[in-house]
């Protein structure tokens, strides 16, 4: 939805002072997206012995500078370079030079160099006689790579398939007695998918063969899963079949460590919670600043055992989605206590869990446990259903926080009030209140805006308001003076003479950045899906026109 597009994630890390939301993705921390790959690329791309020179077209892409013969234009790598390039490239030679006795600053660079070649043989050997106790691996990912999602994990021509993760398992399976490697940190790629699953397999893939039992697995792992041991031989045929061609290549049991793997960790695969749970039968051991649950259906990792397979020191985001919880009080209560234990939690996120009419104390229990999170500062609760209970969470709950999402938690204006009242509103940077129904509540959210003095964003899309209830709050936004990005779209596209009159209200809000004001393209007028599209299209180029008429083409529709 463009609502949530528009608006930051909650388990994101956002500097409301000093981002640009017409550039968000421009961050030097965000390197799992392509878009924002693309942006940050150096003008030049690096094939063989030679580097060619690109320049930035204007649609934003990439292009090789030309000679007036239309000729790539390219220039020799430095010596330097092509010296590194001879040494990652033959892996024996590596092998050969005795690194551990080579000035410990080289190793960043050849690392780097064997990893834009694609050289795994000498990736893992590289980290199995890494030099240093702390190795980040996007710190050594080359500046000119353009990084898909699933740039880790992807297959790399040659060398049978393998990825760059199989080399780096390979390396670490397999650490050399005079390496000082103590953690290794593979956080930002949390759009790689398959990236946690496999770093959570290293634990059975190091295990013995012989170990591999489903009986002596499920008594290990029984201590903190609820899983059946049918289960667990499922697991094991999977890997013996996934992993049949590394088994060979690593030395089973080797002692060693341990190390622990800092990670963004999605127990959404039963791969995962099996693995933290194996982790102390194994050198491995890992820690997570972001951590999401979902509910899987053979394996349960009960929230209150959480800070047994996860660090609590480090864990500051958290995500719990499990819309049947308040149906099973125990299981609720399973989940306040498991909360209760990480002291550090910064970041709550629990959409469509908190259902008050399954339980009706849902939110005072909930008010409870947050108040004992002196650390928290951002709470998620999209798309709960939280009728009519504001007034009891806020009663209890007075501390301030920075995000609050209350999309489509079916709010009423009780609850609005509940909200004007609490003390922690002005603390606010970023409110989401859309898709709730707002109708004659637009003086209360004038009253809020009044009252949030540090709001960034806001939404109230999709909120049934009247295009005079719109402009109304717009106007209000007016005296917001940090105000970046304002959501208050309707259902329909307004006519253009209503569109025109709250883009000039907008253009008025001199710090905003992004304004969304249309509904996606299939709420316009049209037979098929490519005349809407179309209708879409025309209306957002006018309304750029208008703003740029109104001298805020800076500011970026969405």
């Known amino acids: 939805m463009t609502v949530t597009m528009a608006m930051t994630d909650a388990m994101d890390e956002t500097d409301y002072s000093s981002v640009d939301f017409n550039q968000v993705n421009d961050g030097p921390h965000n390197f799992d997206s392509y878009d924002a790959s693309l942006r940050r690329h150096p003008p030049w791309l690096t094939q063989g012995h030679f580097v060619y020179h690109l320049v930035r077209e204007a649609d934003d892409k990439l292009g090789f500078v030309k000679d007036r013969h239309g000729e790539p234009i390219c220039s020799p790598r430095k010596l330097q370079d092509l010296c590194q390039f001879e040494m990652v490239s033959l892996p024996r030679r590596l092998e050969s030079l005795k690194l551990n006795s080579l000035p410990s600053d080289l190793y960043p660079c050849l690392i780097t160099e064997a990893i834009l070649q694609r050289q795994v043989k000498s990736i893992s050997y590289l ?67 398959r990236l946690c699953r496999e770093l959570l397999r290293l634990p059975i893939v190091w295990m013995r063969p012989v170990d591999r039992q489903s009986g002596y697995l499920h008594s290990l792992l029984r ?15 999977r890997i013996s079949c996934i992993y049949a061609n590394i088994d060979l290549l690593v030395c089973h049991g080797h002692m060693f460590g341990p190390v622990t793997i800092a990670l963004d960790c999605k127990l959404t695969i039963d ?7 194996l982790q102390g039968s194994s050198p491995f051991r890992y820690v997570c600043q972001r951590a999401w649950l979902e509910v899987l259906p053979d394996v349960c990792l009960p929230v209150s055992l959480l800070n047994k397979v996860l660090d609590p020191r480090y864990l500051t985001h958290l995500e719990i989605e499990d819309s049947d919880v308040c149906s099973e009080p125990s299981r609720w209560e399973n989940i306040l206590e498991g909360l209760s234990y990480l002291s550090e939690l910064q970041c709550l996120s629990m959409p469509n869990t908190v259902h008050v009419p399954l339980l009706t104390s849902a939110m005072s229990q909930l008010s409870t446990v947050l108040n004992s999170l002196v650390n928290l500062k951002k709470l998620n609760l999209a798309s709960c259903t939280l009728r009519d209970s504001l007034d009891t969470f806020f009663a209890s709950f007075s501390r301030g926080l920075t995000y609050l999402n209350l999309r489509d938690c079916r709010l009423t204006p009780s609850d609005i009030g509940a909200l004007l009242g609490w003390s ?9 209140l859309s898709r709730n129904n707002l109708t004659s509540l637009s003086s209360l959210i004038a009253s809020l805006l009044i009252r949030m003095e540090y709001i960034t964003c806001f939404s109230v899309s999709f909120c049934s308001l009247t295009t005079e209830d719109i402009r109304y709050i717009v106007r209000h936004c007016m005296d917001c003076s940090q105000l970046k990005v304002l959501c208050v779209q309707s259902f329909i596209p307004p006519p253009h003479y209503e569109v025109k009159g709250i883009l000039e209200d907008c253009a008025n809000i001199t710090t905003l950045q992004k304004c969304v004001v249309l509904p996606e393209a299939y709420a316009f007028p049209g037979t098929h899906i490519s005349q809407r599209a179309e209708n879409h299209h025309r209306t957002v180029s006018l309304c750029h026109q208008y703003l740029e008429q109104l001298g805020r083409s800076d500011i970026e529709l969405e």
């Open 127 to 193: 980290i199995s006689t890494w030099p240093f106790t702390h190795l980040h691996l996007q710190k050594v990912v080359p500046k000119e790579e353009i990084i898909c999602n699933d740039y880790l994990t992807l297959s790399t021509e040659g060398e049978d398939g393998m990825s760059l993760m199989d080399s780096i398992s390979i390396g670490l399976l397999s650490l050399k007695p005079h390496s000082r490697l103590k953690c290794i940190n593979f956080t930002g790629f949390m759009h790689d998918r």
């Open 223 to 237: 201590k903190t899963l609820a899983i059946s041991k049918d289960k667990v031989q499922r697991y094991l045929n």
């Open 271 to 277: 791969d995962v919670p099996i693995g933290l749970a």
């Open 424 to 432: 922690g509103v002005s603390t606010l940077r970023e409110l989401n």
